[in-house]
């Protein structure tokens, strides 16, 4: 079983930035790919960013290329999404998500096995 708490969200103005972290248990959190997703009111579930469990590879939607920045610290057990320029449009809740298989389908929510509580982040125009 693995638990993910996800932290740093809040309301802030347009083109601020913000941090978002997501801490997991467990001590093999170096083996777990893992990634951010979204999800607007009324809206699906999307993909954000992923890391390879070396943090050698990212990966990120075309909605936040440039802008967000996926980063992980394994002797800390912790991802973090690192969001600057934010637009209205990135207002969401945010979930980390730990994929213990080694998918290649990263952008895929049905790849990943444990999901954290989320954390909403606001972006007032």
């Known amino acids: 079983q693995v638990q993910l708490v996800e932290s740093g969200g809040g309301l802030v103005q347009a083109g601020a930035s913000l941090r978002l972290s997501c801490t997991a248990s467990?001590?093999?959190?170096?083996?777990?790919?893992m990634g951010w997703f979204r999800q607007a009111p009324g809206k699906e579930r999307e993909f954000v960013a992923a890391?390879?469990?070396?943090?050698?590879?990212?990966y990120y939607a075309d909605s936040v290329k440039g802008r967000f920045t996926m980063s992980r610290d394994n002797a800390k057990n912790t991802v973090y999404l690192q969001m600057n320029s934010l637009k209205p449009e990135d207002a969401a809740v945010y979930y980390c998500?730990?994929?213990?298989?080694?998918?290649?389908?990263?952008?895929?929510?049905?790849?990943?096995?444990?999901w954290g509580q989320g954390t909403q982040v606001t972006v007032s125009s």
């Open positions: 467990g001590r093999t959190f170096s083996s777990y790919n």
């Open positions: 998500a730990a994929d213990l298989h080694g998918s290649l389908w990263y952008y895929l929510r049905a790849e990943y096995d444990y």
């Open positions: 890391i390879r469990r070396s943090g050698g590879s990212t």
